[in-house]
């Protein structure tokens, strides 16, 4: 039969069939069931051909029960029998291919913008004329061409409209993306009215394109990648950005995510929208940035909080109107373009600035968008260099000396602090070792990152800190190690005033982590032993076991010639024994009265840093006569031992009657004698007192000013000043006054005095000197022979773990030793030297 299916073939996958049951084959059969069951005229019915033999199986099957498996199955052929279909009338195709047609045109005619379009007939009809054309006419190509002339027909005139538009810039936006919201809608509808023509014949012609892909294709080529097109969008893009970065929020924004949603339907949004939005934002900040910088009253650090805050407005206007995508693009693009040649102005500048205001927050972001800019190496060589400018300025600061640990001390806790916390590694910051160039991502949503490792210190920025503090204490040589060894005698005579015992030792070891950076470790030991001994001596120490702990760390971590310290500790111990079985003995024969009172500490002059005394201070006549008692004690207990008295760091303790009250004060030795002498005077003068103690004028002087000049004055001094002079009288003074009945004067005598200071420098130099003989010598015995260089380094070698000699003395030590025929210089080549045997 022509215009009827005769043969339907289904597919294998189809179970259609499968739960029918076979009837007898045969035209009999058929007529006598339907007739057993209805008056009705005879009507066809569907028959089971079984084509093969395979078939056959599968239909005995099915009449048993048993489902055949899908893939075992052959094609299941349907036969139409009995009277005809009869064939649709020709013109009743054409009237439905004519409605089909003005249907199509209906739909894509842009000078009908309204909603819903005027249709000739119902949704319903149209579909099924659709049918009728395609599945019964088989006139499906003509349809599907009549649809792609349309097509072109309504993408060039909504490309005309467009162009000839009244509305300009961003303006222009809105009726662009009108035309593009009414276009997607109508080849969606149309679509679905032609659901036959778009399933049944162009799915069916593999190289044909379905209906919406076919209309999106024609609407991007056609309208938007038209050059007038595609500028004026370029146009209304650039003009809504440099409104907004400006001036403030563009009224119609809200036309920008509707381009960009309607851009990205037709796949273009890399190329139109985000490449253009990167470019746009890469020459807008580029132009700024040289623009302030050309100004010059903008300064580093406010310079890099318009770069943050700018970052920051162009990430909330990208995620606000572009894809989730964009927003990491547009963000590095503004910062590049901000900060690319302007690195090396902002590392020297602002580094200072943001130090200076102690900004860890600001130099975080700082060091966050060199990272992100590849400009770490600028950022790291200005922190370095401003590290060691800032160290060295500090340590040369002779005026506040006093106050160059402290400043130190503060000064690194905040670097440590930006190097932990701030200067950190990121993997993100690894990724980016170069500028960001403005490129344009997939619209798609990105991968999920795996997850960042913690941050850790960035180990460039760490070992510049080190270098950089090396680097400044050698600006000024022995001064710091100095300082920092009389830092902790501070700390150790004061004690942890209600601190924990953790927080006080880490005070310490933050001290003690200067020590470090410091070439002059022989200077600190120095210093420190005096300091140290002083504070056992006159009992100052806040705690002797903090004290042993302290001397541990430093033999173990710095320098193993500590040890010494711990052999003070045995002389006071053995002193403390001697003391008690002295006055033990004299309490036997009844000398209790003054020696109880007495406490004399026997020191080894080895294990302790001082040198002997060549004038001391006259003690009163009954003063001299205990220590005489002493003295006899202990040579018959220790035979052949000498003892050399050195009363510098003596103390006592009297009691002094005031109009005020009785006060007890604790003074020095030195100090106690001169009191003593105003028993039997109101007045001395300076002389006077001179004669009877015989001190060395600087001795008496700091003495007399620290009674007499200082916060607790317990003489008077006329003429009245702050230095004393050896014209001046000294009385007592009757009027003092104190709140505490015991008063604590301090002594001059048991801080480090510039006089000293000086002897104790002194000393180091010469003990150098020795030092760097022995280690040439040494060297040479081993070697025999060595030119100038090879002895200079070996030289520094064998010292190093002291102190790092100038090359000068080494030089001059060199000369001394071949003057005193230790060694001897070739006569050909004067940079060779021969040891002397």
């Known amino acids: 039969m022509a215009d009827v299916f005769t043969l339907l073939t289904l597919p294998q996958t189809s179970d259609a069939f499968s739960k029918l049951s076979v009837e007898p084959q045969g035209p009999s059969a058929t007529s006598t069931r339907d007739l057993s069951r209805s008056a009705s005229p005879p009507r066809k019915i569907a028959r089971l051909d079984y084509a093969s033999d395979t078939a056959s199986a599968s239909a005995s099957s099915s009449r048993a029960g048993i489902a055949e498996p899908a893939d075992k199955r052959g094609p299941i052929?349907?036969?139409?029998?009995?009277?005809?279909?009869?064939?649709?009338?020709?013109?009743?195709?054409?009237?439905?291919?004519?409605?089909?047609?003005?249907?199509?045109?209906?739909?894509?005619?842009?000078?009908?913008?309204?909603?819903?379009?005027?249709?000739?007939?119902?949704?319903?009809?149209?579909?099924?004329?659709?049918?009728?054309?395609?599945?019964?006419?088989?006139?499906?190509?003509?349809?599907?061409?009549?649809?792609?002339?349309?097509?072109?027909?309504?993408?060039?005139?909504?490309?005309?409209?467009?162009v000839n538009a009244p509305?300009?810039?961003?303006?222009?936006?809105?009726?662009?993306?009108?035309?593009?919201?009414?276009?997607?809608?109508?080849?969606?509808?149309?679509?679905?009215?032609?659901?036959?023509?778009?399933?049944?014949?162009?799915?069916?012609?593999?190289?044909?394109?379905?209906?919406?892909?076919?209309?999106?294709?024609?609407?991007?080529?056609?309208?938007?990648?038209?050059?007038?097109?595609?500028?004026?969008v370029r146009d209304g893009?650039?003009?809504?950005?440099?409104?907004?970065?400006?001036?403030?929020?563009?009224?119609?924004?809200?036309?920008?995510?509707?381009?960009?949603?309607?851009?990205?339907?037709?796949?273009?949004?890399?190329?139109?929208?985000?490449?253009?939005?990167?470019?746009?934002?890469?020459?807008?900040?580029?132009?700024?940035?040289?623009?302030?910088?050309?100004?010059?009253?903008?300064?580093?650090?406010?310079?890099?909080?318009?770069?943050?805050?700018?970052?920051?407005e162009e990430e909330e206007r990208a995620r606000a109107v572009l894809v989730e995508s964009?927003?990491?693009?547009?963000?590095?693009?503004?910062r590049s373009a901000?900060?690319?040649?302007?690195l090396p102005w902002l590392a020297k500048d602002a580094i200072k600035l943001l130090f200076e205001k102690r900004d860890h927050d600001a130099l975080k972001r700082m060091y966050d968008n060199f990272a992100k800019v590849g400009g770490l190496k600028v950022l790291h060589a200005a922190f370095k260099t401003y590290v060691q400018q800032k160290v060295k300025e500090i340590v040369t600061d002779t005026e506040h000396d006093d106050d160059m640990v402290d400043r130190l001390l503060e000064f690194k806790a905040f670097a440590d602090g930006l190097?932990?916390?701030?200067?950190?590694?990121?993997?993100?910051?690894?990724?980016?070792?170069?500028?960001?160039?403005?490129?344009?991502?997939?619209?798609?949503?990105?991968?999920?990152?795996?997850?960042?490792?913690?941050?850790?210190?960035?180990?460039?920025?760490?070992?510049?800190?080190?270098?950089?503090?090396?680097?400044?204490?050698?600006?000024?040589?022995?001064?710091?190690?100095?300082?920092?060894?009389?830092?902790?005698?501070?700390?150790?005579?004061?004690?942890?005033?209600?601190?924990?015992?953790?927080?006080?030792?880490?005070?310490?070891?933050?001290?003690?982590?200067?020590?470090?950076?410091?070439?002059?470790?022989?200077?600190?030991?120095?210093?420190?032993q005096r300091a140290l001994a002083k504070r056992l001596l006159l009992g100052r120490s806040a705690s002797d076991d903090l004290e042993k702990a302290i001397l541990k760390k430093l033999q173990e971590k710095y320098d193993p010639e500590f040890g010494m310290g711990e052999h003070m500790f045995k002389d006071l111990t053995l002193?403390?024994?001697?003391?008690?079985?002295?006055?033990?003995?004299?309490?036997?024969?009844?000398?209790?009265?003054?020696?109880?009172?007495?406490?004399?500490?026997?020191?080894?002059?080895?294990?302790?840093?001082?040198?002997?005394?060549?004038?001391?201070?006259?003690?009163p006549r009954w003063m001299q006569d205990d220590l005489t008692t002493y003295l006899s004690y202990y040579h018959q207990k220790f035979q052949g031992r000498k003892l050399d008295w050195d009363h510098a760091l003596g103390t006592a303790t009297l009691k002094a009657r005031f109009k005020a009250g009785e006060k007890e004060l604790s003074v020095s030795l030195y100090q106690a004698v001169i009191l003593l002498l105003f028993n039997d005077g109101d007045g001395l003068s300076y002389a006077d007192i001179k004669e009877h103690t015989r001190l060395d004028d600087g001795e008496l002087q700091r003495t007399l000013q620290s009674l007499a000049c200082g916060k607790k004055r317990v003489l008077r001094k006329h003429p009245l000043g702050k230095d004393v002079n050896k014209t001046d009288t000294f009385y007592f003074n009757a009027d003092f006054t104190d709140p505490r009945f015991q008063v604590h004067i301090n002594s001059i005598q048991a801080k480090e005095t510039p006089e000293e200071t000086k002897r104790t420098q002194s000393s180091i130099e010469h003990d150098r000197k020795h030092a760097l003989d022995a280690a040439i010598v040494r060297v040479m015995k081993g070697k025999k022979e060595l030119t100038y260089e090879q002895l200079k380094t070996a030289t520094i070698e064998a010292v190093k773990r002291h102190f790092v000699p100038d090359v000068a003395m080494i030089k001059k030590r060199i000369e001394g030793l071949v003057e005193q025929d230790y060694l001897r210089r070739d006569e050909e080549d004067i940079n060779k030297y021969y040891y002397v045997a």
């Open 419 to 528: 190097v932990a916390h701030a200067f950190v590694e990121k993997d993100s910051h690894a990724a980016s070792s170069a500028p960001v160039q403005p490129v344009a991502s997939t619209s798609s949503a990105p991968a999920s990152a795996p997850a960042t490792a913690p941050a850790a210190p960035n180990r460039d920025f760490a070992y510049g800190l080190i270098d950089a503090f090396q680097a400044g204490f050698k600006a000024r040589r022995n001064k710091p190690a100095e300082m920092i060894a009389k830092h902790m005698d501070k700390a150790l005579r004061r004690g942890q005033k209600g601190k924990r015992d953790e927080d006080f030792e880490a005070e310490l070891d933050q001290v003690l982590a200067l020590y470090r950076f410091t070439d002059d470790m022989d200077v600190f030991r120095t210093f420190y």
């Open 338 to 342: 901000l900060l690319t040649d302007r």
């Open 167 to 232: 509305e300009k810039s961003v303006e222009w936006l809105g009726p662009f993306t009108k035309r593009c919201a009414w276009f997607e809608k109508r080849v969606s509808l149309l679509q679905s009215l032609l659901a036959y023509l778009d399933t049944l014949y162009a799915a069916e012609k593999t190289k044909l394109a379905r209906i919406k892909p076919l209309g999106y294709s024609m609407f991007a080529t056609t309208v938007i990648k038209s050059a007038r097109v595609t500028q004026a």
């Open 237 to 312: 893009l650039g003009d809504w950005l440099e409104y907004e970065r400006t001036k403030k929020q563009h009224d119609l924004r809200s036309y920008i995510p509707q381009l960009v949603r309607h851009i990205r339907a037709h796949n273009l949004y890399a190329d139109l929208i985000e490449l253009t939005y990167l470019d746009l934002t890469q020459s807008f900040y580029t132009k700024e940035s040289s623009d302030l910088v050309a100004r010059g009253d903008v300064p580093a650090d406010e310079f890099l909080k318009k770069v943050d805050q700018r970052i920051k």
């Open 77 to 162: 052929v349907l036969r139409v029998i009995g009277h005809p279909i009869k064939p649709t009338p020709a013109s009743a195709i054409d009237a439905d291919y004519a409605l089909v047609r003005r249907s199509v045109k209906a739909l894509l005619t842009p000078e009908n913008m309204e909603d819903k379009p005027v249709l000739p007939a119902t949704y319903e009809r149209i579909s099924r004329a659709c049918r009728a054309v395609v599945a019964e006419a088989g006139r499906g190509e003509g349809l599907y061409d009549i649809v792609k002339m349309e097509l072109e027909r309504c993408v060039g005139t909504v490309e005309r409209q467009l």
């Open 575 to 619: 002193s403390r024994e001697i003391m008690k079985s002295f006055l033990d003995g004299e309490e036997k024969h009844g000398n209790t009265s003054r020696l109880q009172k007495m406490n004399v500490m026997v020191l080894q002059r080895s294990a302790w840093p001082f040198a002997a005394r060549k004038n001391d201070i006259d003690l």
């Open 326 to 334: 964009s927003v990491d693009a547009v963000r590095d693009t503004t």
